[in-house]
């Protein structure tokens, strides 16, 4: 009995002992583990400083750099894989601290948002704080415009810890592969801004707006989704609001209802084209219309 009591007292010594001995490991493996975050970071920033491509003030990426052609070819064949449909898109890839791994819930947020010809993604930073639950995507056919965006994305996220989360990219043929992307009825909002007018009349079936895009787009909006168009050419602004003036799934917004909209003030003043036309002191042409049920659906 003695020897018992004898081997319990000297276990109780011996616990605080292994408990303080694995609180040093613990400590030693979290200094480690500081330590090489902030190699990296280091490592990052010095990449960063010899890269002539990033501003070093900021961390984010030079415009110049990333310049290409205003636009391209939508009804050429570029290579860039495509998703087989909407539940094949990896939200891990576009919204890492949002979804850790790829496997989404139904019940899962979707991106709601679609900014088809995103250029340098000005539009997209904007909508980002002004909508911070919502997911958005840009969808540009451009290489390195599209590149630039992410970087833009990336950096932004760095700077600003906890924002810009909902916000990517994707490099795609939006006149092509928007039902890979999107559910029926999934997105609210779909912006157009500043698209390639095709002035040829023989080049008019290359425009983003039109009669038979346009019965794509009303069915990956929803019921009450709305899309904003806008450009500086007069004759594809009124090109724009006759196809979907004439389209059986769409109504204008009222007057009202565009001056309490926070994002029609943004058509003009977010992108790097609307600032150039508001520099040279020009026009530019809305048409913001809001997706209905046609009135052979009405009561059904």
């Given at each position: 009995m003695w020897s018992d009591v004898k081997l319990e007292k000297n276990k109780a010594k011996q616990t605080p002992l292994k408990h303080s001995a694995a609180l040093h490991e613990e400590a030693?493996?979290?200094?480690?583990?500081?330590?090489?975050?902030?190699?990296?970071?280091?490592?990052?920033?010095?990449?960063?400083?010899?890269?002539?491509?990033?501003?070093?003030?900021?961390?984010?990426p030079r415009k110049r750099f990333y310049r290409a052609r205003a636009h391209s070819n939508p009804l050429s064949d570029s290579h860039f894989p495509v998703p087989l449909s909407p539940s094949h898109v990896d939200y891990s890839?576009?919204?890492?601290?949002?979804?850790?791994?790829?496997?989404?819930?139904?019940?899962?947020?979707?991106?709601?948002?679609?900014?088809?010809?995103c250029g340098f993604g000005g539009l997209l930073i904007s909508l980002s704080t002004l909508?911070?639950?919502?997911?958005?995507?840009?969808m540009e056919l451009r290489d390195k415009v599209t590149e630039y965006v992410k970087e833009r994305i990336l950096g932004l996220r760095v700077a600003n810890p906890g924002?810009?989360?909902?916000?990517?990219?994707?490099?795609?043929?939006?006149?092509?592969?928007?039902?890979?992307?999107?559910?029926?009825?999934?997105?609210?909002?779909?912006?157009?801004?500043?698209?390639?007018?095709?002035?040829?009349?023989?080049?008019?079936r290359r425009r983003v707006i039109s009669p038979h895009l346009l019965d794509e787009y009303a069915y990956v909006l929803k019921v009450g989704g709305i899309i904003y168009t806008i450009t500086d050419v007069e004759e594809l602004g009124e090109w724009m609001k006759s196809c979907l003036q004439n389209h059986p799934m769409f109504e204008s917004l009222s007057e009202t209802e565009l001056d309490a909209d926070p994002v029609v003030k943004l058509l003009s003043t977010a992108t790097e084209e609307g600032q150039k036309v508001a520099?040279?002191?020009?026009?530019?042409?809305?048409?913001?219309?809001?997706?209905?049920?046609?009135?052979?659906?009405?009561?059904s």
């Open positions: 030693k493996d979290f200094c480690f583990l500081a330590s090489l975050i902030l190699s990296l970071q280091r490592e990052i920033m010095l990449q960063n400083k010899a890269n002539p491509t990033i501003n070093k003030s900021t961390g984010l890839l576009h919204y890492p601290q949002l979804f850790p791994s790829s496997y989404r819930s139904d019940g899962s947020k979707k991106i709601e948002f679609a900014d088809i010809g909508f911070p639950e919502t997911l958005m995507i840009g924002q810009y989360q909902n916000v990517s990219v994707v490099r795609t043929n939006s006149m092509k592969y928007i039902p890979n992307y999107f559910e029926k009825g999934q997105l609210s909002k779909m912006f157009f801004l500043f698209p390639d007018p095709h002035f040829k009349e023989k080049n008019h520099r040279n002191g020009g026009q530019t042409f809305q048409a913001v219309y809001r997706r209905i049920k046609p009135a052979s659906q009405e009561n």
